[in-house]
């Protein structure tokens, strides 16, 4: 049974701490991406990583950082959380080129609070 | 520019009537994919339906089907004989080949669906 397992179910962080989600992947896929899901703006991407430590942005990565050191696991990292990263984050697995219908598996989210 | 619009936030749908969500899309590439997925409050993403812009035929998956208009760019999805359980997220999604990832997904903004009993 494929798998994307993301750490953490639900956080409460505070104003300024540093904040690892975590997300792992049995698939052997070569992309993995980190969304963020907020009403009425659907998923927008905020990293993706092809391949082991290749990481580019997406359409939001202000205040994000990631990490790729296996290729199995891939870090989203806000360096000082602020209240407006508050949010529901996904993360997605892929194999790089030639995929189409259920070929990109998603984890449960992580929901984030920052107080 | 947005790529994927969904424009109902939110719709009610009566048991075991059929509903249609609204998606249109924006893409210069003549190779992309489209998709739907569903989100109960669980949060997780469950894939319903794929269509491919190569596609000759709508696609269906059990009550699911996907009104692919491809000149006017809009993949809406109708789902027949709501169930109570159908109530969710629905979120509409293109994928582009290229750069470096190979493929993209970009997401609409979603619609609430609420099915009455």
């Known amino acids: 049974d494929v798998k994307v397992t993301q750490s953490s179910r639900y956080l409460v962080k505070r104003t300024g701490e540093k904040v690892f989600l975590e997300c792992v992947q049995d698939m052997d896929h070569e992309n993995m991406f980190w969304y963020r899901q907020d009403p009425g703006l659907g998923l927008r991407l905020i990293y993706f990583s092809y391949d082991v430590k290749m990481k580019e942005k997406g359409d939001i990565p202000e205040g994000y950082s990631v990490s790729r050191e296996k290729k199995e696991r891939f870090s989203l990292i806000l360096e000082s959380a602020s209240t407006n990263q508050t949010s529901m984050y996904l993360c997605?697995?892929?194999?790089?080129?030639?995929?189409?219908?259920?070929?990109?598996?998603f984890g449960e989210g992580s929901w984030l609070t920052v107080v | 520019a947005q790529k994927i619009t969904q424009t109902q936030p939110g719709m009610f749908v009566q048991e075991k009537e059929a509903v249609t969500l609204d998606c249109t899309y924006d893409?210069?590439?003549?190779?992309?994919?489209l998709f739907w997925y569903k989100q109960p409050s669980s949060g997780e993403m469950i894939f319903l339906i794929y269509?491919?812009?190569?596609?000759?035929q709508n696609a269906t998956e059990g009550r699911y089907s996907l009104n692919f208009q491809k000149a006017r760019k809009s993949a809406n999805l109708v789902i027949s004989a709501s169930q109570l359980g159908d109530s969710a997220m629905y979120f509409c999604a293109m994928r582009e080949p290229g750069g470096n990832a190979g493929n993209m997904l970009t997401f609409g903004g979603g619609t609430r669906l609420m099915v009455k009993p």
């Open positions: 269509q491919g812009s190569y596609d000759q």
């Open positions: 893409t210069s590439d003549p190779s992309y994919g």
């Open positions: 997605a697995s892929s194999f790089l080129q030639g995929w189409s219908g259920n070929t990109i598996y």
